[in-house]
């Protein structure tokens, strides 16, 4: 069996890397319909559902983006794995003396950082997808749903909510400069554009996100 280069995983994992990112930043959009009242959100839920009709049955947008966002977390994940395993691999015996490391704080965060996005996906999806640790827990109406969830007497939630999105933020900050430099952007200016971009790109999904659960802590939306 012919295993692939350590080239061809990185530019899957890059690709992949970024079809999930452009997913993150089109539900953060969604997302930020909240603003508008319990109408306009509960419409865009129940747009997603009937995407499609009556050409095609309903459900099916949401299905073909689970099976492909599924597609990609995994090819994502494997590729991240093996290239691990390579390295680690290549320098069998560890350092006496290991030298500090040069690399920003969201590089040496990565694998921990993917731990904690992961699991999150996972509570996420049986929170406000299937609603199964949902209080509310109404596919109806998903603007209660969500009020429910971050209420003040659910903090731990919040909390918890807050922790993954920085950590998606910085695993986002390294990987949108990792992927850039895998594609082909390797010159000292396209790298310190790269590092500019993946900052900024990272801060406003942060924000985006996080803006909800604040919002309805701080009774802006109930």
């Known amino acids: 069996m012919v295993r692939p280069s350590s080239i061809t995983l990185k530019i899957i994992m890059a690709v992949s890397g970024i079809l999930l990112v452009l997913f993150l930043y089109v539900h953060m959009v969604g997302n930020l319909k909240i603003f508008l009242g319990d109408v306009e959100f509960d419409h865009y839920a129940h747009f997603l559902r009937s995407l499609g009709t009556p050409v095609l049955p309903e459900m099916w947008y949401l299905w073909a983006q689970r099976i492909a966002l599924t597609v990609a977390v995994v090819a994502h994940i494997y590729t991240a794995a093996v290239l691990t395993v390579r ?18 704080y969201a590089a040496r965060t990565m694998r921990w950082g993917g731990v904690i996005v992961f699991l999150f996906i996972i509570y996420h999806i049986l929170d406000l997808t299937t609603g199964t640790v949902n209080p509310n827990g109404d596919p109806e109406h998903p603007y209660a749903n969500v009020v429910a969830d971050f209420a003040p007497e659910r903090w731990y939630v919040t909390l918890f909510y807050v922790l993954a999105i920085v950590a998606v933020g910085f695993h986002l900050w390294h990987g949108i400069f990792s992927a850039a430099r895998t594609l082909g952007q390797q010159t000292e200016k396209g790298q310190k554009r790269a590092k500019t971009a993946a900052l900024l790109l990272s801060a406003v999904l942060v924000v985006g996100y996080l803006s909800v659960p604040v919002a309805v802590l701080a009774g802006l939306v109930d």
């Open 87 to 104: 390295a680690k691999k290549a320098r069998p015996v560890k350092y006496a003396h290991r030298p500090k490391i040069q690399g920003s």
